[in-house]
């Protein structure tokens, strides 16, 4: 399978935990995005990378929150002393800029967060 | 800001039935336009997409046509089937970022 994969699929957690989520995007893409999904609601955007640079974050990324890209490759999205406010699943996404659909995201599976 | 609207739901509909799921949006300038599914348990996908006024993506029987006058992208598909039961998300992607902007989702059942 060479699509987006995201790990862990589940992480319970207890308030005030550090977590840290993985993103694998597909291979070829050198964009790479995370966002944040509550039930009922449309995906919320946090963050996006070309290659290893974070080029916009919302303002819905707290200081709690950062992410990292570090070769480009695959990405990491930690958060700080959680809240309960930060349960959701989070949501990765990948594409390719240039390539012959351009501005299709590919979504992995995500990481469905509960803060305890 | 940008922002997308869709019909709330749950939308239940018997197999065959027409459907329609009405998106309207709200952006400066040229937006590009899309409607990604969820299938229960699975990840969004990609099911349609159109970049410019008048445009209309089309993918597994649904529809949708980019009306800039009326700043709607209106997903449509003639006959729907009870495995096309899934959450639909209308979004938009302006032309001045790279984030994609999001509706809250229609959730569609469709019974035999």
């Known amino acids: 399978d060479t699509g987006v994969s995201q790990d862990p699929r589940h992480k319970i957690t207890k308030r005030g935990q550090n977590v840290t989520f993985r993103c694998d995007p597909i291979?070829?893409?050198?964009?790479l995005y995370w966002y944040r999904q509550t039930l009922g609601q449309g995906p919320e955007f946090l963050t996006y990378?070309?290659?290893?640079?974070?080029?916009?974050k919302s303002r819905l990324l707290s200081d709690r929150f950062s992410a990292e890209r570090p070769k480009g490759s695959f990405s990491t999205l930690e958060i700080q002393r959680t809240e309960q406010g930060d349960s959701a699943m989070y949501l990765c996404?990948?594409?390719?800029?240039?390539?012959?659909?351009?501005?299709?995201?590919?979504f992995g599976p995500g990481t469905r967060l509960t803060v305890l | 800001g940008n922002s997308v609207t869709q019909m709330e739901g749950p939308v239940t509909l018997s197999e065959e039935a027409f459907l329609t799921i009405n998106c309207t949006y709200t952006?400066?300038?040229?937006?590009?336009l899309f409607w990604y599914v969820q299938y229960p348990g699975e990840g969004l996908q990609l099911l349609l997409k159109?970049?410019?006024?008048?445009d209309k993506g089309s993918n597994k029987g649904f529809e949708a046509t980019y009306r800039k006058e009326t700043t709607s992208f209106h997903l449509e598909k003639g006959s729907v089937q009870v495995s096309d039961s899934a959450v639909y998300f209308c979004?938009?992607?302006?032309?001045?970022?790279?984030?994609?902007?999001f509706g809250p989702g229609t959730r569609l059942s469709v019974l035999p």
């Open positions: 979004a938009l992607r302006g032309n001045y970022g790279q984030n994609f902007v």
């Open positions: 291979s070829e893409h050198n964009r």
């Open positions: 952006a400066t300038g040229y937006p590009s």
């Open positions: 159109a970049t410019k006024a008048d």
């Open positions: 990378f070309q290659n290893e640079a974070q080029l916009e």
């Open positions: 996404a990948s594409s390719l800029l240039g390539g012959e659909v351009t501005d299709t995201q590919y």
